[in-house]
């Protein structure tokens, strides 16, 4: 997720405008070849300008909750070049993509989160803000960013916290940063700074708790380690962090429990690399980062990170319909043996409630979200999942809490949060709210342009539904296509998959029938797979 920027809703570019509101380049009063996704794709690299900006950000804004390949973002900053110019969009290999055209004053205004501040929590609350590598080959900023999520993931199990999610402190990554303005736009009172250097087999870690009220520095600590002794200096931050924090509830060091990591470095690399390639949620990647987790497996037996994490790409698969996805047998086989080595991690007993959906076992799988959110009451993702498989399970209204829940967890959600909460008002027959939610997106996916045209048919606006139904047919027939899957002669039987996670007759008729009234499956769509 990516803090963004405001901009106009036609900006000059050169001898180009960007429309924001039609989401086209144009050039004088004509738009320019560029398609959709295109524009996306340039969009955020002008709100970004002159910053990298990674292949997996790009790919979320054109193609947002789809599962592609990378060559297709190739394809779309191929077509920017060739209207704007080669020397617009700078490589940089391996790691994205960066603007380097003419100045964009406009877009340099830094929004904040929401128009106003989220208030404060009546509990401590703080956000670990991505922490600096100076001086150490980038190949490794990956180490970095896994040990900070490390420390996220720690502070998170303490109850008497409030802590940021991932998705929205890595927002900051790269930026200099204001902490008084972080602060205000996540809703918190500390911000946790730092920086990390590895040098050969040793580390060193220099980190500051800072009042983001105030701006004043409650406590800093340097640590200077053996690369090894890494875990042990993420328990140490977690404790210190929490000793410091007034109004803190519990023993500082009662909530850290021993997690059980690994000593093998190498195995541990690999699980944060491939924790790197999996948040792209493509098949190619996915298969990528299973691997990985594999090895880290083979090498460590009872690393259970690597476990559940081999169990992840299995699930994700299953709920981006990928196609010739791994069985759902060896998930569960890995899942299990990540919980027979550490029952009290909640990330294992998310993945395993995820599971246990995918297999249709409901009560064991909300009886796992459940000790999940126990376990860790701050986990953003586990809380908005839980949201979108209670709408499946007909409990829209408890849906709309949880999703609540986690927006308030992660301030700059992703655009799969928006998704869920717009199932949830579907559910609810809320049609006009599902608009409004779905809004908030970047840019929609065919799934979202599906319930688009459904909520429009039902409060009567034709047009429209018939608008995002064409978009969903297109899209939908695309995605088949690069699966290498058929395209049905039945229209409808393009949301059959679904529809049948609906567990109630009546919600999964709720689904269909709005699309029916869009228009699916009033025609026969044989004239479509030769297009």
């Known amino acids: ?21 039609s989401e086209s380049l144009l050039r004088g009063a004509e738009p320019s070849k560029l398609g959709r996704r295109a524009v996306a794709v340039l969009r955020v690299l002008l709100q970004r300008a002159g910053e990298p900006v990674s292949k997996e950000t790009l790919i979320e ?35 994205g993509y960066r603007y380097i055209g003419p100045p964009i004053a406009v877009i340099n205004e830094v929004r904040t989160a929401s128009p106003a501040s989220p208030p404060l929590p009546g509990k401590p609350s703080v956000a670990v803000l991505p922490f600096s590598n100076p001086g150490t080959n980038r190949k490794q900023a990956h180490f970095a960013d896994g040990m900070v999520e490390d420390i ?78 890494v875990f042990a200096v993420q328990d140490e931050i977690a404790r210190a962090i929490v000793s410091v924090l007034p109004g803190r509830l519990e023993d500082a060091g009662r ?16 699980v944060l690399l491939g924790n790197e390639q ?14 990985r987790f594999r090895a880290a ?3 460590d037996p009872n690393y259970a990170r690597a476990h559940a994490n081999i169990a992840w790409t299995i699930v994700c698969e299953a709920f981006l319909e990928a196609p010739n996805a791994t069985a759902l047998d060896e998930a569960l086989s890995e899942i299990e ?24 076992e409901d009560d064991r799988s909300e009886a796992h979200f459940n000790r999940a959110l126990t376990l860790n009451p701050n986990d953003a993702d586990v809380a908005a999942v839980f949201a979108n498989i209670l709408v499946y399970w007909g409990r829209w209204r408890e849906a709309l809490l949880w ?49 688009l045209a459904a909520c429009h048919a039902q409060i009567g606006m034709r047009e429209e539904a018939r608008s995002e139904l064409s978009r969903f047919i297109k899209e939908r027939h695309l995605e088949l296509r690069q699966s290498g899957e058929p395209i049905p002669l039945n229209e409808l039987d393009l949301a059959e998959i679904r529809a049948d996670r609906y567990r109630r007759a009546a919600d999964r008729k709720h689904f269909l029938e709005g699309l029916r009234k869009a228009g699916l499956g009033s025609t026969n769509t044989g004239r479509s797979k030769q297009s």
């Open 297 to 299: 497996a083979t090498l």
């Open 1 to 21: 997720m990516i803090l963004t920027r405001p901009m106009a809703k036609a900006h000059p570019l050169g001898s180009f405008r960007l429309d924001a509101e």
């Open 152 to 229: 996220i993931t720690a502070l998170s199990r303490f109850k008497s916290l409030f802590v940021i999610a991932r998705n929205s402190s890595f927002a900051y990554k790269g930026r200099p940063m204001d902490t008084k303005l972080v602060g205000r736009e996540l809703g918190v009172r500390y911000v946790v700074e730092g920086s990390i250097r590895t040098s050969g087999n040793q580390l060193r870690v220099a980190v500051q708790l800072i009042d983001a009220e105030s701006g004043y520095q409650l406590w800093s600590e340097r640590y200077d380690r053996k690369l090894a002794d």
């Open 403 to 451: 999703i609540e829940t986690a927006k308030r967890l992660n301030p700059f959600p992703p655009n799969l949060y928006h998704w869920y909460h717009a199932l949830a008002l579907y559910a609810g027959h809320r049609h006009r709210d599902a608009i409004e939610a779905l809004k908030q997106t970047r840019s929609l996916h065919c799934w979202a342009h599906g319930l």
């Open 255 to 270: 909530d850290i429990a021993v997690r059980k990591q690994t000593s093998n470095m190498t195995a541990y690399d690999l």
């Open 61 to 95: 804004a054109a193609w947002p909750g789809l599962a592609v390949e990378e060559n297709n973002l190739s394809v779309q900053i191929s077509a920017v070049r060739r209207v704007l110019g080669p020397d617009w969009i700078e490589t940089l290999p391996r790691r």
């Open 278 to 291: 999996w948040r792209r949620l493509n098949p190619r990647a996915l298969a990528e980062a299973r691997e």
């Open 337 to 360: 043996t990540a919980l027979d080595i550490d029952d009290d991690d909640a990330w294992f007993h998310g993945v395993f409630a995820q599971l246990l959906f995918l297999r249709r």
